[in-house]
Antibody
Framework: QLQLQESGPGLVKPLETLSLTCTVS??????????WGWIRQPPGKGLEWIGS???????YYNPSLKSRVIISVDTSKNQFSLKLSSVTAADTAVYYC??????????????WGQGTLVTVSS | QTVVTQEPSFSVSPGGTVTLTCGLN?????????PSWHQQSPGQAPRTLIY???TRSSGVPDRFSGSILGNKAALTITGAQADDESGYYC??????????FGGGTKLTVL
């Protein structure tokens, strides 16, 4: 069974860079057709799609975050990562990683991590 | 800016039927939007119920169904149960590899 696990600092200072890693187990991040993405949820608010990466390195980003986000993949470690720069309190959220299947399979977001809370505070 | 609209809240009686909708401020939702529906209970990660408009994820009861109604995507729960009380989010593909979530609907079963 595929599992995704987020990891990284739970506290980040304002204007610094938030860095998270999602470790994939039970399957290969290099499997064709799957995109690996990040979604976040501020406390008490809704879900927001941040972006995704393919094992080849192709990325797609939410236009509202694009200037501050980098998502990358490390196939040797079966991991993908999120970097969000110049954070403010508005970036405080639970961050989820998830797998999205191909168009042929209906673009199913079929596996999600449990989420990790990142608080932006001095 | 693309905005995906959902009813903020809805109420249904146990055993009743409820339809939640998901619209686009910039036009119509179609199958090409690949609408999906995600259920989230407090403190839990989202769980995908429906993807590609009307395909149920593995293990999802058949009382959950998805469709396109007019110019919106819809999630219908037939025979609502107490543990269906949860948050429901739709997610749409809006082109160029990007996706947008709706604001979510809080469903109460009472």
């Amino acid at each position: 069974q595929l599992q995704l696990q987020e990891s990284g600092p739970g506290l980040v200072k304002p204007l610094e860079t938030l860095s998270l890693t999602c470790t994939v187990s039970g399957g290969s991040i290099s499997s064709a057709g799957y995109h690996w993405g990040w979604i976040r949820q501020p406390p008490g608010k809704g879900l927001e799609w941040i972006g995704s990466v393919y094992y080849s390195g192709t990325t797609y980003y939410n236009p509202s975050l694009k200037s501050r986000v980098i998502i990358s993949v490390d196939t040797s470690k079966n991991q993908f990562s999120l970097k969000l720069s110049s954070v403010t309190a508005a970036d405080t959220a639970v961050y989820y990683c998830a797998r999205r299947d191909s168009a042929a399979a209906g673009y199913n977001f079929d596996f999600w991590g449990q989420g990790t809370l990142v608080t932006v505070s001095s | 800016q693309t905005v995906v609209t959902q009813e903020p809240s809805f109420s249904v009686s146990p055993g009743g039927t409820v339809t939640l909708t998901c619209g686009l401020n910039s036009g119509s939702v179609s199958t090409s939007s690949y609408p999906s529906w995600h259920q989230q209970s407090p403190g839990q990660a989202p769980r995908t119920l429906i993807y590609s408009t009307n395909t149920r994820s593995s293990g999802v009861p058949d009382r959950f169904s998805g469709s396109i109604l007019g110019n919106k995507a819809a999630l219908t729960i037939t025979g609502a149960q107490a543990d269906d009380e949860s948050g429901y989010y739709c997610l749409l593909y809006v082109g160029s590899g990007t996706w947008v979530f709706g604001g979510g609907t809080k469903l109460t079963v009472l």
